[in-house]
């Protein structure tokens, strides 16, 4: 089975080990491209992802995903795709998936997914995805839209791809809508790190994010792994910063202190400036998850 592009002709095609990869770059006003490097960077050095890695990782986004929204006939796309990680989680539950990404990620989600004849990777931006408007029964977005400048723009082109009574899910950074005062004054200083580490040359940012990763994601992971060894509720461990690390791996804790630290361009969202967001692009019947990471949601295109 292959897809049909829209009636585009590419800046450039690229033929790799696996298959062809059209790119359909161009200028992007709503593109920062400082944001755009650091991704292709991030992704080109962390793009070793084990299944253990990506089953981990997707119990915590696919929790509000069910039978009725993804199927052995779904067409799906993922806007963002970075590593192909995702795409890796859902290519034996569909019928065949599309990934998109602007960056030079794209070719590291060319060797994480090999040969797939299900798959189909294309390198463009968000405002130019290359597929009609109502193509897919499924698509999703995440941790990609608030770090594009007009994220409102952004969903909306995505959601314009998917058929009627299809379904778009997405993960956006939330504004601390649910946690404390003190949780929020934490998070004001990390922020003002970020935007000093986001800034600096690529091998320091990196230095920089993986010693993030060891003195101070460390400390309150191994607290958390520990108050779960000892039989602690969940209800107190779940407190701790960054508890929603606790069963993950070291690459993936060096991978997400370098996402956190070393993007130059974050927005965040509450839940409700989510949902509206969401109903401005024609979704209805929104389905919030309760779980970390926070908020991540879905919604049919009505």
């Known amino acids: 089975m292959k897809l049909t592009m829209q009636n585009q002709t590419p800046v450039k095609s690229y033929q790799t080990k696996y298959r062809v990869i059209n790119s359909f770059v161009q200028n992007d006003e709503n593109l920062d491209t400082k944001t755009v490097d650091s991704f292709g960077e991030e992704w080109t050095k962390f793009k070793k992802f084990s299944d253990k890695d990506i089953a981990v990782i997707s119990r915590y986004y696919f929790d509000i995903v069910d039978d009725t929204m993804i199927n ?15 795409i890796k989680y859902f290519e034996d539950k569909v019928a065949f998936i599309v990934g998109v990404d602007p960056s030079k990620a794209i070719f590291a989600a060319d060797n994480l997914i090999g040969e797939n004849e299900r798959v189909e990777l294309c390198q463009a931006s968000i405002s130019n995805i290359p597929y009609p408007d109502g193509h897919f029964d499924f698509a999703m977005s995440i941790g990609v839209l608030h770090h594009i400048p007009d994220t409102q723009k952004a969903m909306t ?55 993030l990763a060891v003195f101070v994601y460390m400390p309150f992971i191994l607290a958390t792994r520990g108050l779960k060894k000892m039989g602690v509720s969940e209800k107190v461990w779940s407190k701790v910063p960054l508890a929603p690390y606790a069963d993950k791996s070291f690459f993936v804790i060096r991978n997400d202190a370098l996402d956190r630290f070393g993007t130059p361009l974050e927005q965040r969202f509450s839940r409700d400036e989510i949902k509206l967001m969401m109903e401005r692009s024609g979704l209805t019947d929104i389905r919030f998850s309760e779980n970390p990471g926070y908020w991540h949601a879905v919604g049919r295109k009505a």
């Open 157 to 211: 082109d995505c959601v314009k791809k998917v058929k009627q009574g299809g379904h778009f899910f997405t993960y956006i950074y939330y504004s601390l809508d649910n946690r404390s005062k003190t949780f929020r004054q934490i998070w004001k200083v990390s922020d003002l790190v970020r935007k000093g580490v986001s800034r600096m040359p690529s091998s320091l940012k990196h230095l920089t994010c993986d010693g």
């Open 72 to 86: 052995k006939d779904t067409v799906m796309a993922d806007f963002g795709c970075g590593t192909g990680r995702f």
